[in-house]
């Protein structure tokens, strides 16, 4: 265990050293870097609420995509059954109840028909389906009817070519770095860096610029139209700003020329009133269509629609035969700039939808990364010194193995081009708490080696061999709860959870592998004679409290605790933030301390709905929330944060907003459904897990435990009326990863002594399991404590919920694991496994007594 050859060597240093240097172009300005290749200079890249900057979530409309598949699978049918020899007539095609039915004229072409169409159908993706069924039913009526399949399909290549184009018009705004990804079946994740005012970004990507020339129909008759009634074979579309008192004309469904036939498209200006508008250029079939059709149709109007609404409708006063048109309609230079970013890029194929907007100013990322560099570094020193106080020697490997875990994380990331959110810097502080966790259960093992009477190199080799399998399964149970974190989490979350992934792998590696390389140099070269630990020991050794004897009174306490914290979650409920409940939140930071009646009183004079202010992080800082509008969507969410920024702005001279959230209905509730089963997922997966490494009692302990830890934290945060975000759950998870973490430790111990002390009854080898890692379990907790405490006072405002939610559940996790979780093993009738005393009769017979040197002599 202890012997390196050089071939482990370079294996453990190489992989750390790649890691350390892919993290440090992160820590270089860019112009240093910029003559390099590409994979030289990995960074890690920082999320908005670091840089600032906008944060948009855009839905399509899923059936929006079935209609359109319709409406183009009834155009296909139209063509094929006119062109084909012979001509087949039809009636009037219907698409009523989502499916398309039509009556063939002649029933002895019926059969005809349906060859024609069938080939018209493909096959959905690898389902082995077709997009559309072809069937005839009552003779003579063909239905064509669109699969699920076939639906799935044309929604995930509409959202494939849809992110395209965003990601394309964003890029012609001159941007740096944006972030376009895809999230789920039919959102698009929008992150632009450094936009302050996302109004023009909004209405750039809502704009799906689905650009139209047809005829417009002379022979409709205006009462028909004005009754929604449009001839055989037209359609009504509207104008925007009804021109001349007509609201609607009706136009051929036949496109002349559409958008997707565009080569270029520029802002100008007309030549006679110099207004602004869109040059457009056809390329070479859009050129010729365009022509062939102006020709035929001189002295005849026709409409230029650009999203379902008419733009303008000239007459054709003669041939258009140089392939470029202009388009007019009440335009500024900023709009028709934007009509042309949009032609050029494309049409998008489907509407969208702002569900979720988030806007963070650079002034606050700016104090986000000063905040969380400022705890992450105190932890590290508090964490350093402990644990040199605390291990000497080893205590030193245990901080050179954290500086490069924290370093190797950031490489990692880098190489990945991940995401460090604010969240994401919690995640380290917490790293930096819980990766020496591995060290402190390897060096009290070894302090416990020793006291048994084994040398030094024995002591270390079993201490490190002993440890490495409890630590093995506690990690486990945390990237759990960091995979359904990832998984389920949203924004911050992942952030969050990548950090925690990340660090489980990398601390393990440091913690274990490459402190065991130093600590087996030192033995090679020094052959000491003994071990010096720090002067520092905040549990004596051979402790002996009676845990077990109070498990009744554990009880009482916890089920009064919890009744409690449930009664005060029922009753007073949690003050969820806008994450949860929808709505708009602006926050405001004052020059001064600030009277919140007075901003109430100001807001309320704008007729915006109720607001609810509550000052955040100092008493300069207020954070308001608004409801959303009810009708309007995100135009009306923006009209609402403008008037309530200029009012404010009007009323007190000097005031900033540093942030705003905006989070529709729908999405608020599918974060608390993603919450919760999050939670649920974690505790029963954990559960589960322990149930099958051990017996099923300790997966019965396990789950109430938790269940305790989790009801403590909501109870809490119902009674200190603290905003219940997605930062909590992500706490709430690792809360639930921590404690088990804890039991699993004092578990592992409870399984070795049952196979190494046979004849002991259960409540003293219980009382001596948790006495023996009791040190363990209690250095863990101060180290994460001092980490967590550095992110209290100096990580900023922000994160002030989170890391309450945090030491919190080390004190509760801490209680549950000594005096609920071991106790109730008892009480649920844990007896020692037969099988184990039959693997255990090579054990001395003095291992069954307590006490220094039960382990015979190496």
């Known amino acids: 265990m202890l012997t390196f050859p050089r071939w482990k060597i370079i294996g453990i240093i190489l992989p750390l050293l790649l890691g350390v240097l892919c993290a440090i172009p992160t820590f270089v300005p860019e112009s240093a870097t910029r003559g390099l290749p590409a994979a030289l200079q990995p960074r890690v890249n920082l999320g908005l609420d670091l ?50 039915s039509f009556m063939v004229r002649d029933p002895a072409q019926l059969d005809a028909a349906v060859e024609r169409i069938r080939p018209l159908t493909q096959g959905a993706g690898m389902t082995g389906q077709r997009d559309f069924n072809v069937e005839v039913r009552d003779g003579n009526t063909v239905i064509v009817t669109p699969t699920q399949a076939g639906i799935d399909n044309s929604i995930k290549s509409t959202m494939a070519v849809a992110t395209e184009v965003i990601r394309k018009r964003i890029d012609e705004m001159g941007t ?82 559409s958008g997707e036939e565009l080569a270029d498209a520029q802002q100008s200006y007309e030549q006679k009133t110099n207004a602004p508008v869109v040059t457009i250029r056809f390329n070479g079939s859009g050129a010729n269509k365009f022509a062939r059709v102006t020709q035929q149709n001189v002295n005849k109007p026709f409409a230029m629609i650009l999203d379902g609404k008419v733009l303008s409708a000239p007459n054709i006063n003669e041939p258009i035969l140089g392939g470029s ?83 190797v994380i950031l490489g990692v990331m880098a190489l990945l081009g991940a995401t460090l959110t604010l969240p994401g810097i919690a995640g380290f502080v917490l790293t ?45 149970t945390h990237a759990i709860a960091g995979g359904i974190m990832l998984a389920l989490g949203s924004g911050p979350v992942k952030g969050f959870a990548i950090v925690l992934l990340i660090g489980i792998a990398t601390s393990v590696f440091t913690a274990v592998t490459f402190t065991r390389l130093l600590a087996a140099r030192w033995l090679r070269k020094d052959r000491p004679t003994d071990i010096k630990m720090g002067f520092l020991r905040i549990v004596p050794d051979n402790t002996n409290i009676g845990f077990v004897a109070i498990r009744k009174w554990a009880f009482a306490l916890t089920a009064l605790l919890t009744v409690l914290a449930v009664g005060a979650t029922a009753h007073k409920g949690l003050n969820m933030g806008v994450d949860f409940v929808g709505g708009l939140m602006i926050e405001a930071k004052f020059k ?100 099958l490494r051990y017996e099923w ?22 009674i200190t009326r603290l905003e219940f975000d997605l930062n909590i759950i992500a706490a709430v998870l690792t809360i639930v990863g921590y404690s088990i973490n804890d039991k699993m430790v004092i578990d592992d111990r409870i399984r070795e002594n049952m196979r190494k002390y046979r004849k002991m009854d259960m409540k003293s080898l219980i009382d001596l399991s948790v006495n023996e890692t009791l040190p363990r379990t209690v250095m863990t907790s101060v180290t994460i404590m001092l980490a967590l405490g550095a992110l209290l006072i ?53 291992a069954e007594r307590v006490g220094p040197r039960t382990e015979p002599q190496p």
């Open 51 to 100: 840089s600032g900057g906008s944060h948009l979530l855009l839905e399509a409309s899923t059936a929006d995509v079935a209609r359109q598949s319709l409406v183009r699978m009834e155009e296909q049918v139209r063509t094929e059954l006119r062109r084909g020899d012979p001509r087949i007539a039809i009636g009037d095609i219907s698409s009523r109840g989502g499916r398309l």
């Open 176 to 257: 740096r770095e944006p972030n376009i990804q895809q999230q789920g079946a039919n959102r698009i994740v929008v992150q632009v860096p450094g936009l302050q005012d996302p109004s023009a970004l909004k209405a750039l990507l809502r704009q799906t610029a689905k650009l139209e020339f047809k005829l417009v129909d002379t022979t409709a008759n205006p009462a028909d139209l004005a009754k929604g009634i449009a001839p055989i074979g037209s359609e009504i579309v509207p104008y925007p700003d009804n021109p001349g008192g007509i609201p609607v004309i009706a136009v051929k469904r036949q496109v002349m020329v």
């Open 325 to 407: 048109a202009q388009i007019a309609g009440n335009f500024t230079v900023e709009s028709a700039n934007q009509l042309a970013i949009a032609l050029r890029s494309g049409n998008l194929p489907v509407d969208l939808t702002v569900v979720e907007e988030r806007t963070v100013g650079p002034g606050l990322g700016a104090d986000s990364i000063r905040a969380g560099l400022t705890a992450s570094i105190i932890a590290v020193v508090a964490v350093a010194i402990f644990m040199l106080a605390t291990y000497g020697r080893f205590g030193v490997y245990a901080n050179i193995a954290v500086t490069i875990n924290v370093l």
């Open 432 to 476: 930096i708490g819980t990766a020496v966790d591995a060290n402190v259960l390897i060096y009290e093992r070894i302090r416990e080696e020793r006291r048994r009477g084994r040398s030094v190199v024995q002591a270390v080799e079993f201490g490190y061999k002993e440890a490495s399998r409890t630590i093995f399964e506690a990690n486990v």
């Open 592 to 691: 001064e301390p600030v009277d919140t009646d007075k901003v109430r009183s100001t807001i309320a004079r704008l007729n915006v709905g109720e607001s609810s202010l509550q000052q955040f992080g100092d008493a300069n800082t207020v954070q308001i929330r608004l409801p959303l509008p009810e009708q309007g969507g995100a135009g009306a969410s923006n009209a609402v944060v403008e008037k309530t920024r200029v009012a404010m702005t009007k009323e007190f001279p000097g005031v900033t907003f540093s942030r705003y959230d905006t989070v529709s209905g729908k999405v608020s509730d599918e974060l608390i459904q993603n919450g919760i089963l999050a939670v649920v997922l974690a505790v029963v997966g954990i559960a589960i897990f322990s149930w």
């Open 697 to 718: 009692q300790f997966g019965v302990s396990t789950f109430v435990a938790i269940v305790h830890d989790v009801l403590m934290t909501l109870g809490f945060f119902a």
């Open 794 to 846: 100096f990580g900023g405002h922000v994160l002030r919920g989170f890391t309450a939610a945090m030491m919190l559940g080390i004190v509760v996790g801490t209680y549950s694991s000594v005096y609920v979780s071991s106790s109730l093993l008892i009480s649920l009738g844990l007896k020692p496994n037969p099988q184990d005393r039959k693997a255990s009769k090579g054990v001395a017979a003095g």
